[in-house]
Structure formats: C-alpha cells, structure tokens
C-alpha cells in the first residue's frame, strides 16, 4: 500500500510518496502553505493511490506541542474526516536538519525532510 509523507511547515509543506509496496520513501515535492493546500494534498492522495499518511509530528525539545502542533493537529482532523484513510503522526524533529546535511539547502529541502519523516515511520513499523 503506498503511504504519504508529510513535512508540515508555516511556509512550505514537504511532500514525500512511498513505492507501491509501501516499503521505501521518496521525495515527491514542495507545497506552498495556502489556502489550496488542503485540496492540493487530496489531490496527490487520490491521483496516487494513497493508503497511509504519515504526518510529522512537532513538538518542541521538551517533547510538548509548539505552535505548529495545532496546525498539524487541524489538518489530521480535515485529512481524516474527508479522505477517511488512517493519519499517523511520526516525530519529525531534525528531519530537515539531517535533510540540510544529506544534501545542503535547495527547493526540494522540505520534500526530502518529508521522505525522512515516511521511511522512519515504516522502519518502526516493519
């Protein structure tokens, strides 16, 4: 079953999808954050088969929910009530730090901190 990966940030939203198989993440792209966003993730959900998503979770160093938290929390919520697949909620701190270092800064950052976020979850869930 393919799976999606997602790196929500307040600017850019990171996209990442899994082969058919669900078994190895990939980068897919880079969303802007806006209104379409919503509409844009089920898009990429429905046109690629999705069975699984997998969202970062945020949380701050103390491990307790930081601002975007409640973002992330909305969008399961929407995801969940209008797309009736599972959401999963995977930590992501320093995902895009470890993306940054894999392959310095480009326009395709978040997508491979998103890929990072999705190939954690499914090595726990092997």
């Known amino acids: 079953m393919r799976k999606i990966g997602i790196d929500y940030g307040s600017k850019r939203?990171?996209?990442a999808l899994s082969d058919e198989?669900?078994?190895?993440?990939?980068p897919h792209g880079v969303l802007p954050n806006d209104k379409a966003?919503?509409?844009?993730?089920k898009k990429i959900i429905n046109d690629n088969k999705v069975g699984e998503i997998v969202i970062g979770h945020s949380l701050n160093r103390a491990g307790e929910a930081n601002k975007i938290h409640e973002q992330v929390t909305e969008l399961v919520t929407d995801l969940t009530l209008q797309l009736g697949l599972p959401v999963h909620l995977e930590p992501e701190q320093y995902t895009t730090?470890?993306?940054?270092?894999?392959q310095g800064r480009t326009d395709k950052?978040?997508?491979a901190a998103a890929s990072i976020?999705?190939?954690s979850y499914i090595t726990r869930n092997k």
């Open 97 to 102: 730090q470890e993306a940054l270092r894999f």
């Open 37 to 41: 966003l919503l509409d844009t993730l």
């Open 21 to 26: 198989a669900g078994l190895m993440a990939f």
């Open 13 to 15: 939203v990171g996209v």
């Open 109 to 111: 950052t978040d997508a």
């Open 117 to 119: 976020i999705l190939n």
